[in-house]
T-cell receptor, first 116, second 109 residues
């Protein structure tokens, strides 16, 4: 299996621009998670989906952030407008299920976002 | 207070020694626990999971869980330079993982 795929791997943009991050989960995984990692705050859960439906978006920092999962193999995280404090590494992860031994989350390579 | 706290690092150990990493969690509803290893510039990689009180061994790694004390630990035996990384402790509850800040381990040759 190819694992979780994320694109782009690096994104540099200017403040105020729209940024779209993309994720393809592992085939057959029902859960998809978006995380943000910074030195100050560590690894934080932003939102997660179950069977393409957003379940918990309590970690989304503000209305500038939105996420969608139009089908089982694709999800996007959008920031509009972007701000310098959004600079971080954004990870997508997926898992087979949410319970028992199948709740292991597999992480993608991440997108390093820099907002100037 | 963060839901998951890890012992502050960095932790430096000589090659061949045991590295001991500790983690406490605040949510008693947490059902299972994970240790992830993250090399610099890379994504977290699962190395151990533990669901029941006691010890779980996998190669050079041993995870320990004490739910009464809300404590999780990871021992790395015969540490190798390739073990140099940041280790993240995570607690699972309500379909979500809460991560600690991580402990950076350096194994000196």
């Amino acid at each position: 299996d190819a694992g979780v795929i994320q694109s782009p791997r690096h994104e540099v943009t200017e403040m105020g621009q729209e940024v779209t991050l993309r994720c393809k989960p592992i085939s057959g995984h029902d859960y998809l998670f978006w995380y943000r990692q910074t030195m100050m705050r560590g690894l934080e859960l932003l939102i997660y989906f179950n069977n393409n439906v957003p379940i918990d978006d309590s970690g989304m920092p503000e209305d500038r952030f939105s996420a969608k999962m139009p089908n089982a193999s694709f999800s996007t995280l959008k920031i509009q407008p972007s701000e310098p404090r959004d600079s971080a590494v954004y990870f997508c992860a997926s898992s087979l299920s949410a319970g028992g031994v199948d709740n292991e989350q597999f992480f993608g390579p991440g997108t390093r976002l820099t907002v100037l | 207070q963060k839901e998951v706290e890890q012992n502050s690092g960095p932790l430096s150990v000589p090659e061949g020694a045991i590295a001991s990493l500790n983690c406490t969690y605040s949510d008693r509803g947490s059902q299972s626990f994970f240790w992830y290893r993250q090399y610099s510039g890379k994504s977290p990689e699962l190395i151990m999971s533990i669901y029941s009180n006691g010890d779980k061994e996998d190669g050079r790694f041993t995870a320990q869980l004490n739910k009464a004390s809300q404590y999780v630990s990871l021992l790395i035996r015969d540490s190798q330079p390739s073990d140099s990384a940041t280790y993240l402790c995570a607690a699972y509850n309500d379909y979500k993982l809460s991560f600690g800040a991580g402990t950076t381990v350096t194994v000196r040759a």
